[in-house]
C-alpha cells in the first residue's frame, strides 16, 4: 500500500519557490526589489547646490553637472566619480543652463556673466565673444534644434530676449519679435512635427512658427500673473502631435492642441513650484513624464494627469532643479538638488537596508530545511524498541 506523503516534506520547496519568487520580482522592477537600488541613492558631489545637468549623446555614460557658484563637474563613468573642470569660467557666475550640441562635441553653458563654450569635454571654456547680435548679458536657456545636421542654436537671455544662431555659434540675430520689451526666457522647447518654436517666459508662453522672427502668447486657461518656468513637447520625444507640458510656480499643465487650450491634470499640484520637465524618450508613446519641484522628483505614467513620488530616499521638501536620462541604455535618472541623486540607486546590493531582508529569508529558509531535515531523519530512523519486560 502507498503511503501518503506529508506536507511537511515539501516545506523545503515551497520556501525556496517562494524566495525564488521575491528574487524575480525585485529583480524585474526596475531595481526596486531586494536585488535592486530601488531608492534615490547619492553619490559624489555631495556637497554641491546643484542646480544643471547634462548628457553626451554620443556616450550617455558622460554626464555633467553645474551648481550655483557656476562650476562644472564632470563624471566619465555614469556618475560614480567626479572630476571639477571649471577652468575659464568666471567664478563665482551661476549657471541657469548647460547643454551639448547635436553632435556632442561642444558643451555649452548659459551663465550670469555671458554664454561659454568648451570643445575639450570641459577641461577649457572660451567665453562666447558679445557682438552687435548678441550682448554681454545674463543668459539664461539654451536649445538646440534637434537634427543630426542641424546647428541652430538659440538662447535665452535676462530682460533681452533671444538670439539664434543657424552656424553653431558664430554668427548670432536677434530673435525675439513680438516678445515683451524687457522679458527674461526661462525655457525653450521645439515640436519637430508642427516646427513650433516655444518659450517660457516670466512675461508669459509664446509661440513662434517662423523660427523666432515673430511670437504670439498662448495664455488661454494660465492664470495672468503666472511664470512659465519650463515647457516640454511630447513630439520632441517621439509623443503625441500637439501635447505639450508646462511646468509653473502655480502647479502643472498641459495642452492638447499645440498650446491653444491649457488645463490642469487630474492631480492639480497647485500650489507647488515647478522647475524642470523630462519625458521620458526610451517609450515611443512617451507617456512617462517627470517633474522636479519643491515637492521633490515626481513621476506621471499617463501624460502628466496623475503624480507620484519617483521613489524613497529623497528627503522630504528637497527642491529639484534638473532631471536628465543617462548611463549604458539611459537606465539612469539623475535629479540635480542639494545633492545628486541617482535612480535607481548604483549598487543596490551594497546597501544594507536591502541586505538585512535578505539575509533573514535565507535564515528562515535554512531553519525550515533544519527543521524537516531532522523530521525525516526521526522517521526514517525511529529509536530502537525496548524489548519486552519478562514477566514472573
Known amino acids: 500500500m502507498l503511503m501518503k506523503r506529508a506536507w511537511y516534506r515539501d516545506i523545503p520547496g515551497i520556501a525556496f519557490v517562494c524566495l525564488l519568487l521575491l528574487i524575480l520580482s525585485g529583480c524585474a522592477t526596475s531595481g526596486s526589489g531586494l536585488l535592486g537600488g530601488g531608492n534615490w541613492q ?34 566619465a563613468n555614469a556618475g560614480q566619480q567626479w572630476q571639477e573642470r571649471s577652468s575659464g569660467l568666471p567664478l563665482p557666475a551661476p549657471l541657469s543652463a ?24 570641459a577641461q577649457h571654456w572660451q567665453r562666447l565673444s558679445p557682438t552687435s547680435s548678441l550682448p554681454a548679458t545674463s543668459y539664461t536657456a539654451l536649445f538646440f534644434v534637434p537634427g543630426a545636421t542641424s546647428r541652430t542654436i538659440y538662447v535665452g537671455a535676462a530682460q533681452r530676449g533671444i538670439f539664434s544662431s543657424s552656424d553653431g555659434g558664430t554668427n ?24 513650433q518654436l516655444w518659450a517660457a517666459t516670466t512675461s508669459g508662453l509664446y509661440r513662434s512658427s517662423d523660427q523666432g522672427a515673430s511670437w504670439q502668447a ?22 503625441a502631435q500637439g501635447l505639450l507640458y508646462l511646468g509653473t510656480n502655480q502647479g502643472f499643465y498641459r495642452s492638447q492642441d499645440a498650446g491653444v487650450h491649457w488645463q490642469r491634470g487630474e492631480t492639480p ?16 508613446s512617451s507617456g512617462t513624464v517627470y517633474i522636479g519641484s519643491d515637492l521633490g522628483a515626481l513621476r506621471s505614467d499617463d501624460r502628466g494627469q ?30 540635480a538638488a542639494d545633492k545628486l541623486y541617482l535612480f535607481p540607486g548604483i549598487g543596490g546590493m551594497s546597501d544594507p537596508k536591502r541586505i538585512v531582508p535578505l539575509v533573514l529569508i535565507l535564515f528562515f529558509f535554512y531553519l525550515l530545511l533544519r527543521m524537516t531535515t531532522r523530521t525525516r ?3 526514517r530512523f525511529p529509536a530502537p524498541k525496548q524489548p519486552p ?3 514472573h
Do not use: C
Open 98 to 121: 548647460l547643454s551639448l550640441d547635436n553632435a556632442g562635441k561642444k558643451l555649452y553653458a548659459a551663465t550670469e556673466k555671458g554664454l561659454f563654450v568648451s570643445s575639450d569635454a
Open 42 to 75: 547619492t553619490n559624489g558631489l555631495q556637497a554641491a547646490q546643484l542646480r544643471v545637468l547634462a548628457v553626451n549623446p554620443n556616450d550617455p555614460q558622460q554626464i555633467y553637472a553645474g551648481d550655483e557658484q557656476g562650476r562644472v563637474f564632470m563624471s
Open 377 to 379: 531523519g526521526r522517521r
Open 218 to 239: 498662448f495664455m488661454n486657461g494660465l492664470p495672468t500673473n503666472i511664470t512659465i518656468n519650463a515647457i516640454q513637447t511630447a513630439a520632441s520625444s517621439g509623443g
Open 172 to 195: 548670432w540675430h536677434a530673435a525675439s519679435g513680438g516678445l515683451p520689451q524687457g522679458t527674461t526666457v526661462n525655457s525653450l522647447s521645439f515640436d519637430p512635427d508642427l516646427h
Open 389 to 391: 519486560t519478562p514477566s
Open 269 to 284: 499640484l497647485i500650489g507647488s513650484n515647478i522647475r524642470t520637465i523630462l519625458v521620458d524618450f526610451r517609450s515611443g
Open 306 to 335: 496623475n503624480w507620484q513620488s519617483v521613489a524613497s530616499g529623497m528627503p522630504k521638501g528637497t527642491t529639484v532643479y534638473a532631471l536628465v536620462l543617462g548611463a549604458t541604455g539611459y537606465v539612469q535618472l539623475y535629479a
